[in-house]
Structure formats: C-alpha cells, structure tokens
C-alpha cells in the first residue's frame, strides 16, 4: 500500500510537470495569437508567425501528455473531469482546430483580408479563456456521484470560472509579448515592450484578484495557506512573486531582452506551485484524492519506465530544436 | 436542441465523424513520411536535383496534411474523457498507458523534429536534416505501433483482469500489446498507408503527364508510385486475408457481420457477393452468391461448417448491412489497387508508362482509393465490433458519459461544422499545391526561416548545382 501512495504522489508531480510545460510553452503561441488583433500589419504578423512556426506543434504535444497522462495513471479523474468540463472543453479541442490549420493555411490563401489571421486570433482568444475556465472550474469542485460526474453541463459557469478564464488570458498575453521582446527587433520589438508593460500590471491585478477570491470557495484552501504551521510554507510564493515582478520590472525598464520572457515565465511557475498548494492531495477538489483515482501501480510503474527515460530525451531533443531556430526573426525573411 | 435524441447514438456519431475526418491524415501521412525519408536518401546519394526538388514539392504538402492530422488528432485523444467517460474509467489502467507511449515515443519524435525537417535544412545542414526527416518517418510508424496496439485490445482483450470498481487492470503488458490481432492489424493499416500514399503520388504524377509527358519530375514520382502499387496491391491482399482469418478465429461474430451469414450453413457456406442485408428479417435480400466458396474462402474446405447470426443472441448482433458494404468496397478497391499495378508493369514492360494516357487516366481516378479503402476498412472492423466496445466484455450503451442528448448533440454539430470549414479550406490548398507540377528549383515550405550566417553550406551548394 505504501508503494501506491508513493506512486500517486510520484505522478501526480510527472502530469503537474507535463502541463506546466503545456502551460509555458503553448502560453507563449497562444500569447501571440491573442496579441494579433494588436499587429495588424501583416509584415508584423508573418515575423509573429514565423518566430513559432518551427515549435508550436511540440508546445501543443505537452497537451495530448496531460491528457493521456490523466487517462493513463488517474483514470477517474480523467472519466469525472472532462464530462464537467465538457463545454470549455469542446470549445478548446475547436479553438485548437482553428489556430492550428491557419499556421498552415494562412500562406496557402490567396485573399486580400486573410481570414486565416481571424482564426488564428479567435482560436487562441477562445482556446486560452476555456483553458482558464477550466481551471477555475477544477478549483471550485465539481458534483461526484459513485464514480461519476452527476451535473450539468453548464455548471462550470460561475464569476470565479469568468475570473480564472481572464486571468489566464493575460497571462498568456504577456508570455507572448515577451517572447515577442525576445524574438524580434526595430519598432515590433518596442511596441512589445509597452504591451509587456500594461500586461504585467494586469496580470499583477488577476493574481491578487484569484489569490483572494480562491480561499472563499472553500475553507480548506484557507485551512492550507493561512493556518500555522502551514504559512511557513506558503509565505514564501507571495513574496517571491514581489521578487520576480520587481526584477521583472528592472528588465523592461532597462530594455533587455530576454529576462522578461524567463521571469513572466518564473511568475507562471509561482502562480502553478500556489495553485499546487491549494489542490493537494485533491485531483478532483473536495471529492476525489490522487490515491483514490489512481490506476494500479502495475499501471503506474508501467508508464513510469517509459517517463523517466523519455521525457529527458524529449525534452533534450526539444531544447535543440529551439536552438536550431535560436536569435531574432527578420522581418525580412519572411516569404519567397 | 436535440431534447429527447438518443444520447449514446450522438456519441457514436460524433465519435464517427471525428474520427472518419482524422485517420485519412494519419494514413496518409504515415506513407508520406517514409516517402520523403526515402526521396531525401536518394538525393543525398545520387546529388541529382530532381530528388531534392520533389523532396521540398511533397514536403509543402505534407505540412499542410500534418497540421490537419495533429488538430484533428488533439480532438481524438479528448473524445474518450468528454464523450466516453465510463470507458475512459474501466479501460483507462489498460489503454492509457499505450496512449501515453504514443504520445513520449511517437509524437513528441514527430513534434520536436518536424520544424527542423520543414524549416531548417539550411540552418543544420543536409545530414543533420535528413535524420530529423527520419526522426519524423519513424515517428509515424511507432504511432501506428501503439493506436493499433490499443485499438487492437479492444477487439481482443488478453492480460487483464477485472477489479472491484469494475475496471481492467493489466495483469501481463506484453500480452496486452501483443494481442492476438494486434500483429495482423498493424501489417495491414501500414500496408495501406503506404498504399494511400502511392495512390495519391501515382495520381499527380500521371496528373501532370497527361498534361506534359516529358518533365522530369512527374516521372520520377509516377514510377516510384506504380512499383509501389504493384508490388504492395498484392502483399495487401494476403495481408488482408490472414487478418481475416485471424478475425474469424477471434472474432466469429464479425466475420458473420461482413459476410452476410445471418443463417448457420451446416454443409458448407456460399460467398454472398452481392445483396440487400435485412438486419429485422435477419436474412439478406436479393442474394448473388456462389456455393460454399464462402468456406472455402474462410476455412479452406467447400464442406466446412459455418455457424451464422441465428446462433448468437440478436442483443449481440453487429449492424450487418454496414459492416456487408463497407467490407465489399474496402475489398473492391483493394483489387482495383491491385488491378492499376498489374496494368502499369504491363506498361513498363511495354515501354509506355510514360506514354500511356489509358494508365494515366485510371491512375489519376484511383488517387483517392486508398483514403476509401482505409475508411471503408475502419468502418468494417470497428461497426463490426459492436455492440462492445471491448469485444464480448464492455458495451457500448454502458462506455458512455453521463451527458444529456443536448451537449452532445451541440457539440457534434460544432464540430460538424468546424470540420466542413476547415477541410473544406485544407483539400482545397492540398489540391491547389499539387495541381502545380513540381519544377527545377523546387521552394520548400513558404515561411521557411532564411540563412543565418554563411547562407547555404558548400555541402548543399555542391549537389544542387
């Protein structure tokens, strides 16, 4: 029995790990798409395009894991959540659909207006909201009967859900405006510099916003972070994420440029590690604990040999794919 | 909306559809992988242009058909938790983790090499390219290892055993893989990717022959696709029939499905070729059929007994005139396949495959065969599967979410719509890609990422000019 618990607890770190990545790595291409409707020059938008194109297709693989990672190693999790879930789920898998194709599809028309562009935007504007959505909803719980969802499939629809779908939102808006510092030059890269400015201060805004509305859902969020002994543990992420959006500040003030991409993304690692504290040991909030969704440890340890040796190699093969496309896009190369 | 609709049957629907719009991309991306693999081999041994220019002109192609089989295929691997929950819930020990060593083995290999393989052949220079054209290839081909490895359990669940709560839980991951139809399964789904590929290769090439015999390009492409077609037609054909043997042996209730058996023929079965299947009367209507073939086909004996529908309970009964028709054209464009590779040896040997406008016409029609043959093939085994989910052990009617008919219906029609537009746009830029002829100078993909430092290596500049 022991051995179970341990491996529930070893995976339930293994999928926060993997939709961390998601998180990070679709955050930014995602951020682009949202930030669209901002550069409407279409020299802009294929530097936008082509500063992603080589990677956004693995960043997306990092959702089909934590998926397929749920599926494989919490089962019923998997089975309660996404019938919960189901609208903004839909309307993720369908905002994917759209922003995906028009990487393709928007060199392939021969349009004036390119309505690729339109999808492009609308489906990462939509596909960051539901995300959002959801996660607000996996924190408020959801009604379990047996082993199953027993609501509606509008019950995610609540002002707390509106608010995370927002917040994740900006968020991903300023993982793209800084990757944009990073990746670009000459007046695009200015005018991300400002965007990273506004981004940083709303962003600032939907933390302390989800930071104080979270505990109000239910008392064992406010059991988890505000009692003794417990605020040893959990003072330090509000005053490191002080530290990071100081730093943060001095680097776009002082005009780096790749420090405000790695500290919006040490923001989002803070703000992940809170929302760990909150849900601990709960896969499904206030119903389901990771041991009691797991798979059987033959399961388990099954996948386990394969994530161990796996995920470095992916991970190492993926780092050289973004050094082979390292440095600025020039707005010059963009088509022949 | 939809209030008072069956909410089982949407899903089935909405699983259909999706699927249906997916496993064309797949198929032929899985073909098209290897084919640029091998295109960018013979380029790099020989140093002629042509390889290289066809290399770049698929590779626009396979972009386009990538991004439409990685979007539709996010969608699949969401179905099972949104549409098939108690599913997800019992198989989820078992099929999860094949599904999560797709993902680690396959698409992460695919993934993490294709921007390099689309954009990066200047930046890393031709060896380290051709690995990551490779990396790709053989990315594919692993992820057909395990979705048919998976696939293939639930039409011949070993392994498991069955807990308290209900669930499979694996007792024995090599029987699990290894299935017993696992390995036949997935001779034949590559078989026909690679057949689907060579389809559609062979049709453009004779495309632009019939336009202008004398290009280079089209001809190379035309006659590596005929040796294709004519030496897989056949090997697929016998694939098919040891994966049909092995149904029988496993599946019995299936073959009867496919072949019209309602009625058990003590004495020996007839080969039911053509027929209006009546699944109320539990008999097939209009039957055109030849005696006892039917067991001499399936058992190699003319007497060979063979039990029909009439001795399984109807509540067990698969859709017979689906899986009677699908089965059909499935196996007929397999001998049409099979019947334009003969034809373009005949060619050959003649000294006309370049020459003939007969092949080339045939040829062109028969470029969306195999997308037909690889759907009509999936409708059969997996209709044929019904009404289980996990043959014998998990039915349908109880793999479902908890959802009301209204959700499920809402979102099979979004994505109903959806897939029209965006299919729609997509064959409409596939077809427009490949109307062109490929030419001397062949671009590669549109935003390909330009020369960093030194431009073109000396290694690349030497075999292209």
Redesign the interface.
């Known amino acids: 029995m022991s051995l179970a618990i341990d491996l529930a607890t070893i995976w339930a770190f293994i999928i926060a790990f993997a939709v961390f990545v998601y998180v990070v790595m679709d955050g930014f291409d995602l951020g682009l798409g949202i930030l669209f409707p901002l550069f409407p020059a279409k020299a802009d938008r294929d530097v936008i395009m082509i500063s992603v194109a080589p990677v956004w297709d693995g960043n997306e693989t990092w959702l089909v894991l934590g998926g397929g990672g749920v599926m494989a190693a919490f089962p019923l999790a998997y089975s309660v959540l996404l019938p919960a879930l189901y609208t903004p789920m839909i309307a993720m898998l369908i905002a994917l659909v759209f922003r995906g194709v028009a990487f393709e599809f928007r060199w392939r028309t021969q349009r004036e207006r390119n309505p690729w562009d339109l999808a492009f935007a609308g489906g990462s504007w939509l596909a960051a909201l539901a995300q959002g959505i959801a996660l607000g909803a996996i924190l408020q719980g959801v009604h379990v009967e047996a082993r199953h969802y027993a609501g509606g499939w509008w019950d995610w629809l609540t002002p707390f859900s509106i608010l995370t779908g927002v917040s994740l939102l900006i968020g991903y808006a300023l993982l793209g405006a800084t990757w944009l510092v990073m990746k670009t030059e000459g007046s695009l890269r200015d005018r991300a510099y400002r965007l990273s400015w506004l981004l940083l201060i709303a962003m600032l805004g939907a933390i302390v916003a989800v930071s104080i509305a979270t505990p109000f859902l239910h008392l064992q969020y406010t059991h988890r972070w505000f009692t003794w002994p417990n605020i040893i543990f959990t003072a330090p992420v509000p005053i490191a994420v002080a530290a990071v959006t100081a730093l943060l500040l001095r680097a776009l003030t002082n005009k780096y440029d790749y420090q405000p991409f790695f500290l919006s993304l040490a923001l989002f690692a803070l703000s992940y590690a809170g929302l760990g504290i909150s849900m601990y040991p709960f896969i499904v909030p206030q119903s389901i604990t990771i041991w009691q969704a797991a798979a059987p440890p033959n399961s388990q340890i099954f996948l386990l040999f394969g994530v161990s040796v796996l995920i470095p190699l992916i991970l190492g093969y993926t780092a050289w794919a973004y050094w082979v496309f390292r440095g600025k896009v020039r707005p010059e190369s963009g088509y022949h | 909306m939809f209030e008072g609709w069956d909410a089982v049957a949407l899903a089935r629907a909405q699983f259909a559809f999706t699927m249906s719009f997916h496993i064309v991309f797949p198929a032929f991306s899985i073909g098209l992988a290897s084919y640029l693999a091998v295109l960018e081999a013979r380029w790099l041994l020989t140093g002629r242009e042509v390889f290289l220019n066809l290399f770049n002109y698929w590779l626009k192609i396979f ?2 058909a990538f ?2 089989g ?6 699949m ?2 179905q ?3 549409n098939w ?2 599913f ?10 094949l ?7 396959a ?10 393989m ?3 052949l200047k ?2 220079g031709p060896r380290l390219h051709f690995l990551a054209t490779l990396m790709v290839a053989i990315g594919t081909l692993i992820s057909a290892f395990w979705i048919l490895s998976s696939n293939s359990w639930m039409q011949t669940p070993t392994g498991y055993a069955v ?1 308290a ?1 209900g ?1 499979f ?3 024995d ?1 090599l029987e699990v893989i290894f299935n017993p139809s696992f390995p036949y399964r997935l001779v034949h789904m590559v078989l026909a990717a690679y057949l689907t590929m060579a389809l559609v290769v062979g049709a453009v090439g004779a495309f632009h022959l019939l336009r202008d015999p004398h290009i280079a390009g089209p001809r190379v492409m035309f006659s590596m696709a005929m040796w294709m077609a004519a030496l897989v037609a056949p090997i697929q054909i016998l694939a098919g029939d040891q994966h049909g043997l092995n149904t029988l042996e496993h599946q019995p209730v299936k073959i009867m499905g496919m072949e019209g058996h309602y009625q058990s023929h003590p004495d020996g079965a007839p080969l039911i070729l053509f027929g209006l299947p009546d699944q109320r009367q539990g008999r097939v209507k209009y039957a055109l059929e030849i005696p006892k073939m039917g067991s001499l086909i399936l058992k190699h004996s003319p007497n060979a007994p063979m039990p029909g529908l009439d001795t399984v309970p109807r509540e067990n009964w698969p859709p017979v005139p689906i899986t009677f028709w699908s089965f059909r054209i499935m196996v007929g464009m397999g001998f049409l396949m099979f019947g334009l590779g003969l034809f373009s040896l005949w060619c050959r040997w003649r000294g006309t495959l370049f020459d003939s406008r007969l092949l080339h016409v045939f040829a062109v029609l028969m470029g969306p065969a195999g997308f037909i043959a690889v759907l009509a093939g999936w409708i059969t085994t997996e209709t044929g599967r019904q009404p289980f989910t996990v043959y014998n052990l998990l039915r349908t009617a109880e793999s479902a ?4 008919a ?2 499920i219906g809402s ?1 099979l029609l ?2 109903v719509i ?2 029209f537009v ?1 299919y729609a ?2 064959v409409t ?1 596939l077809l ?2 490949m109307s062109q002829p490929p030419h001397a100078g062949e ?1 590669g ?6 020369t ?1 430092t030194a431009g073109i290596t000396p290694a690349i500049e030497g075999v292209t000019q």
């Open positions: 972009a386009v991004g439409m990685v979007v539709s295929g996010i969608v691997a969401y099972f938790g949104t929950s108690a997800a819930d019992k198989t989820g020990p078992v099929i999860g983790p599904m999560a060593y797709e993902v680690l083995t698409f992460f290999l695919e993934a993490g090499f294709l921007g390099v689309l954009f990066g930046l890393v807990n709560d669930q839980i694996p007792t991951w979410s908890p959802l009301a209204p959700a979102s979004a994505f959806v897939y965006v746009a997509g830029y427009r890609l671009a993909p549109p935003h390909e990422v330009p960093r």
